[in-house]
């Protein structure tokens, strides 16, 4: 069974940083570029960091507004694929829910975009 489980979010101070997790499983998910997206209110998902697989060398790229202050990387478990986003010196401006899912299209079961749970980051003071 195909899972995307995120964690690791919170309320965080400007300036903070917070580190988030995902476990993708019930897939290939070793072959695939993995990425992280986020949410604002009232905003469309947008993608925010992209990573190759382990094997094409973990290559990143970074949308510009999080560029040098986000780190995305990622891992083999066994069987299940773990993503991370490493966030520093956050602004109000990242608040978001933050989703980790294949790129550059979405994973698809049953006919239809699969997305995790997400998991909420608030920057605030």
């Known amino acids: 069974q195909v899972q995307l489980v995120e964690s690791g979010g919170g309320v965080v101070q400007p300036g903070g940083s917070l580190r988030l997790s995902c476990l993708a499983s019930g897939h290939n998910f070793k072959i695939y570029h993995m990425a992280w997206y986020r949410q604002a209110p009232g905003n469309q998902r947008e993608l925010v960091a992209t990573?190759?697989?382990?094997?094409?060398?973990?290559?990143?790229?970074?949308i510009d507004s999080v560029k040098g202050r986000f780190t995305i990387s990622r891992d083999n478990v066994e069987n299940t694929v773990a993503v991370y986003l490493q966030m520093n010196n956050q602004q109000p401006e990242d608040t978001a829910v933050y989703y980790c899912?294949?790129?550059?299209?979405?994973?698809?079961?049953?006919?239809?975009?699969?997305w995790g749970q997400g998991t909420q980051v608030t920057v605030s003071s």
């Open positions: 899912n294949t790129e550059p299209r979405p994973t698809r079961l049953e006919g239809n975009d699969y």
């Open positions: 990573i190759t697989p382990i094997g094409r060398g973990s290559r990143t790229d970074y």
